[in-house]
């Protein structure tokens, strides 16, 4: 009933806040709603993606403790459901681009059920790592196919928000996990079963409710079932998007099937690399993954290690909200550069805080909120948005993939090396944060100089002005 909460709530802020901007007429707000709904159901798969994420931080350090993991085993335990995640994002196109978007998203709340129940019953440390990749699968499958769902049935005026709405539940996820994690971590030595266990409940409800979304129009549309198409622009309001896509797939069909990696579609997939390998190098999910671990590096007692997480889940979810209601205005780039100025400020503190005897430095919750703030503004908002939206209907499975899978195998390198460097040297921690700032300091320069902006256009529009015709 609390998830179900949740989801109201979700619908009803934006229902509200897309009536008071008035983004499209009266006679089109039933479309509008239709569109919302759905697209805020498929969104409950980045809830799980969240959730998955960062459970595994109020967990770890039992786990090491429970099979007698060295530093690098703990990092490739961790790093598990990541491996899954490379592999589902890397595979999550072909599915969706045969049987079609719904069908994968059924399968993916399966493979997250599968994963919650597995990890939470099981004692033996294979068994564990297995289920673990089986979680890793549905991230990197929902990473892929959510985005694309999303961004394929909603109207081009709200696109953005909408498709926003999936890093909007992914952070509410891992505020959840957090809040979790905190309120069980007292529950004996079995309390980390309880931690992973929880995630059944949404898995349920995102199974149950996935029943009730149509298939997007647009794959209905390339796979030749263009009067189910017809009829679902209609319900969502968005009758004009079926003149520029009988027009794409008037060229797609002369031109014979696509192939991603071709010259033509050179700009979108340098972008969507480069801006995927930037989200990770910002270190987020070295931050998600051993938030307790950190605090505790700089002097903060067990019980507030577990507690401090929750305020990072917090400001995170917040300032999410908050780009979410700015992104369709202030557009995708100019959140990008704000968020580049914050992050590089604020990892370049938590650095200086981790170098030399600092333990007990208080500042580092202050400055971990900072980054999480700048970072959830910008790019934790932009990326699936972004990378849903550059490439043609033709390639978008294909193009997701790519993103997505590059997004992980750099998440998977940051999570599997972090624990290992911050045990080697007394200096670690410093060495981490300061090559996560410099990393900013280059994306601030390849989003000013380089980065389209994409904000009010048909996905067909961003097509033309790429050059892919």
Known sequence: MVIVCIFKTFSTVYLESIARLKLQPMENRAGTNFAVRVSLIAALGGFLFGFETAVISGAEKTIQSLWSLSSGWQGFTVASSLIGTVIGSLIAGVPAQKLGRKKVLLFI????????????????WSLFILFRFVGGLAVGASSVVGPMYISEIAPASIRGRLAGSFQLNIVAGIFVA???????????????????????????????????????????????????AKGIFQKTGDELALEEIQRE???????????????????????????????????????????????EMAGFSQAESYLQPVYIGAANLFFTLLAMTVIDRFGRKKLLIIGSLGMILFLGLTANAFRG??????????????????????????????????FPNSVRSQGGSLGSFTHWIMAAIISWTFPIIVESSPQGGYYSFLFYTIMMVIHLIFVWRFLPETKGKSLEKIQQELGIQ
């Open 178 to 228: 957090y809040l979790t994690n905190f309120l069980f971590v007292d529950m004996g030595e079995d309390s980390w079963r309880w931690m992973l266990g929880v995630m059944v409940v949404p898995s349920l409800l995102f199974a149950i409710l996935l029943r009730s979304i149509p298939e997007s129009p647009r794959w209905l549309w390339i796979n030749g079932r263009e009067e189910e």
């Open 109 to 124: 709340a399966l493979l997250y059920l599968v994963s919650a129940i597995g990890c939470s019953l099981t004692s033996i």
């Open 357 to 390: 005897d600092l333990a007990g430095n208080q500042y580092v919750l202050i400055y971990l909120i900072g980054f999480i703030a700048f970072f959830a503004f910008s790019q934790g908002a932009v990326i699936w948005v972004f990378i849903a939206e550059i």
């Open 249 to 295: 797939s008037t060229t797609e069909h002369a031109t014979g099937a696509e192939k991603l990696f071709t010259r033509k579609f050179r700009k979108p997939i340098l972008f969507a690399v480069l801006l995927a390998m930037f989200n990770q190098l910002a270190g987020i999910n070295a931050i998600l993954y051993y938030a307790p671990r950190i605090f």
